[in-house]
């Protein structure tokens, strides 16, 4: 199978956090003084990710990558298989930015989150809570995708403990599933593309052909089995 580059929809906010090291002068008759690495404030940075999300071009650049992902899915549709999309959940079908602005971005693991839109909240207790809303263009892409006859498989790192949690968030938001595979218990690895990519596999081996694996880190997309990887934005957080 040919792998095609990765389509990254991020146009205003590729890189909110940038260090940028300045170079040193030198004068004739003393050393040349040592580069120190000049970073961006943590308050600085924040107003930039809200800035990015507040002035609409957070939702542009998923919307523009979204649609470049249907281009191809409707394209394709034409030389048949067995069909398969794959979906990430956080960030990707699923909004968390009520908990994410509580925590003025950003990301606290544990704890309760019981006082919205007012933190602290505890991602965990927020996806119990199971009220992220959809992310519109990947919804949509997703309801397409099967009125077409295409597999839609939600893949997560989220733990299997949450799964009741997880399906009622995406049933309320609006997805429709063949399947959806979260991250067991017991499992523990360094990155997210060691689960991830073996699932896709399992996916290929079952006669599936993947046409578009969707996600907002390149570990939802690392690791091939897929034809087309579409990343989308995300500002907030990093999962290695």
Not at 2 to 16: E, K, L, N, Q, Y
Not at 143 to 152: H, K, L, T
Request: aromatic share 8%; glycine share 8%.
């Amino acid at each position: 199978m040919t792998f095609h580059p990765i389509a990254v929809g991020v146009r205003r906010a590729a890189i909110i956090v940038l260090v940028t090291f300045g170079a040193g002068c030198t004068a004739a008759s003393a050393p040349a003084p040592s580069s120190t690495p000049s970073i961006p404030s943590l308050a600085d940075t924040k107003r930039q990710v809200a800035a990015y999300v507040d002035s609409g071009g957070y939702a542009a650049d998923i919307a523009e990558t979204v649609t470049q992902a249907r281009n191809y899915l409707t394209a394709r549709l034409a030389r048949g298989g067995k069909l398969a999309i794959v979906l990430d959940v956080d960030e990707t079908a699923l909004s968390n930015l009520p908990a994410l602005r509580a925590n003025d971005y950003g990301f606290i693991i544990a704890g309760p989150c019981a006082d919205l839109p007012r933190g602290p909240c505890g991602f965990l207790a927020w996806i119990m809570l199971a009220r992220a809303e959809p992310i519109r263009p990947v919804l949509e892409l997703a309801r397409f995708a099967r009125e077409q006859g295409i597999a839609v498989f939600f893949l997560t790192g989220r733990p299997e403990r949450v799964r009741a949690a997880t399906e009622a968030n995406l049933r309320t938001a609006g997805y429709e599933w063949t399947a959806v595979l979260l991250k067991p218990d017991a499992l523990n690895t360094a990155s997210a593309v060691d689960f991830k990519a073996p699932e896709r596999r399992k996916l290929t081996e079952q006669g599936y052909v993947v046409i578009v694996n969707m996600g907002d880190q390149m570990s939802d997309l690392d690791g091939g089995h897929a034809e087309r990887m579409y990343k989308l934005p995300n500002p907030f957080y990093f999962v290695p």
